[in-house]
């Protein structure tokens, strides 16, 4: 046995190598450079740190996908003890994941990666490792590599299950849905947060995110015999909520260029921006989702700091009393709930109001959101720097009415063709696939995931291998084949409710809360998904 994992470790690092080469070409491929409304005040600077980066990087070329160390024990909870702890912390998760069947140990692994330029960076994953006599918690296990949702916190940590300083606790739901019934879990903080050395998190760039998923499934793979053998013998599932949602399909897309290095089995999604060319247009026309300011603050550092094209100085991005602090802000030491209060981000304001397009209140499920997207002081966005990019969607659409993407678009704005180099309408999952989210979702519209299901059919994807669930059932009594979690999703949202009160204030933080009460309810759905792969 000895021996065959020796022999399995050594192929496999050959194949992480094999597969950085293959990864860091494709990066250098597509390096960044500043759009044209730009390039004559950036040209010389950007040729020089293209230059220094692809110095560093091919350095370091045989680098990427390596544990920086040791993997470290961080915590290992009995069934009792795992038990215990979701029944003092979240007795609704507990009822919803099923009670822990396996011994849960949670590990931390430093990994090298690329950030958002294709800069030689680290980065650390959460590994969970199952064990015990139960069935199905010894000998091999399926493999779930999980994308998290969005953290502003500097320090968010998936070994963690405490949850983050606004209160965000992925880890913990994805300990209990998947490693305390059986599952290998390879959960990345991703780059920008805990253990890495980055600078900025490079938020909904598909080709970074999707690299450093892939590196902490690498890395994973060498730093553990069990994760190694697990995800070449059993199944690879990709699965991930919110962001992770995003990240899980990105994945899926850059796995299926290394089929000799990777087999996943099955993606289930949830909640995520895959249309993104789209949400950013219908944003930009008078629909600012929920906790817009943040999102928009994370995609926009991402983006400049990626790609060098969104502004020349802050001021033309960023209304002036957030300019300064804005380019530099996110991820974050301090609670959202501080920023909000001192000011220095608005907490729902992305436009200023009066300015055109108007809110967009068609959509009765989001039109308190929409409509708390805009104020008369303390807006996010210069209003300047909004009206140039409405007047690039009149002139260069790139979503039809039904949000379908029309071909050979040409945006004009850094910041649009960011938006359309991260969409992911341009690819043809070949493996089943699941789609999840809440049509009142009011942070990532659930149009996302319909539309997403039309390209992807389009794309000759079999009905079949096609599942897309909505878990609101509205006012309507809860039916079909996800009855169940329709019932689960609607009492967690009347128990909100009742909570909240019934005042404005009570209902648009209800509207902001639905996307989180939907996502133990799409992890639980990704589970029966990948339990139905045979």
């Not at 220094?52 to 370091?60: I, R």
């Not at 994308?147 to 739901?173: F, M, P, V």
């Not at 969104?310 to 960023?318: D, I, K, L, S």
């Amino acid at each position: 046995m000895r021996r065959l994992y020796t022999m399995i470790k050594t192929a496999t690092a050959l194949g992480v190598l094999l597969g950085a080469v293959h990864a860091y070409a494709q990066t250098m491929q597509t390096a960044p450079v500043a759009s044209d409304a730009n390039s004559n005040a950036n040209t010389a600077n950007t040729a020089s740190t293209n230059a220094s980066t692809a110095a560093a990087a091919s350095a370091q070329l045989l680098l990427r996908g390596i544990p920086t160390g040791r993997p470290v024990n961080k915590e290992t909870l009995t069934p009792a003890a795992f038990t215990a702890l979701l029944q003092a912390k979240s007795p609704a998760l507990l009822q919803i994941a099923g009670t822990p069947k396996c011994t849960v140990s949670l590990y931390s692994l430093g990994y090298r990666t690329v950030g958002g330029h294709g800069e030689p960076t680290t980065a650390t994953t959460g590994v969970m490792l199952p064990s015990g006599s139960a069935a199905g918690c010894s000998g091999t296990h399926p493999v779930v590599l999980y994308s998290h949702g969005t953290s502003t916190d500097k320090h968010y940590d998936a070994t963690n299950l405490n949850g983050d300083i606004d209160g965000e606790d992925d880890a913990l739901l994805v300990a209990a849905v998947f490693a305390a019934q059986g599952y290998t879990v390879v959960m990345p903080n991703y780059a920008g947060y805990a253990g890495s050395t980055l600078s900025y998190a490079p938020f909904l760039n598909a080709d970074q995110q999707s690299a450093d998923m892939i590196d902490a499934l690498r890395a994973s793979r060498i730093g553990f015999p069990s994760v190694l053998v697990d995800s070449i013998v059993n199944k690879l599932f990709v699965t991930g909520y919110s962001q992770g949602g995003y990240v899980a399909a990105a994945t899926l897309r850059a796995m299926q260029q290394l089929p000799l290095e990777f087999h996943p089995v099955a993606m289930a999604a949830g909640s995520g921006p895959y249309a993104l060319s789209h949400l950013v247009d219908e944003e930009i026309d008078g629909a600012p989702s929920a906790s817009a300011p943040l999102l928009f603050g994370l995609v926009t550092d991402s983006w400049q700091n990626s790609y060098n094209n969104v502004y020349r100085v802050p001021t033309e991005a960023f209304a002036p009393q957030y300019a300064a602090r804005a380019p530099t802000l996110f991820p974050t030491t301090e609670s959202e709930a501080t920023l909000f209060a001192e000011n220095v981000i608005p907490a729902t304001a992305l436009f200023e109001a009066g300015s055109l397009p108007p809110p967009n209140l068609s959509n009765p499920d989001t039109a308190l959101v929409v409509q708390s997207g805009f104020a008369a002081t303390n807006f996010f966005l210069n209003t300047s720097f909004r009206e140039q990019l409405v007047a690039d969607v009149a002139a260069n659409p790139c979503s039809d009415a039904t949000g379908q993407p029309i071909a050979n678009c040409a945006p004009t704005t850094g910041f649009r063709q960011d938006a359309l180099r991260n969409d992911l309408l341009n690819f043809k999952p070949k493996v089943p696939l699941q789609l999840c989210g809440a049509h009142s979702d009011s942070v990532v519209y659930f149009s996302n995931a319909q539309i997403a299901a039309k390209f992807f059919q389009q794309e000759g994807v079999d009905a079949s291998q096609l599942t897309l669930i909505d878990v609101d059932p509205g006012n309507a009594a809860p039916s079909g084949p996800f009855a169940a979690l329709q019932a689960g999703f609607s009492a967690a949202r009347a128990q909100d409710a009742a909570q909240l009160g019934n005042t404005p204030t009570g209902q648009l933080e209800l509207s902001i809360d639905i996307h989180t009460l939907a996502a133990p309810f799409c992890v639980v759905a990704a589970r029966s998904f990948f339990q139905s792969i045979k």
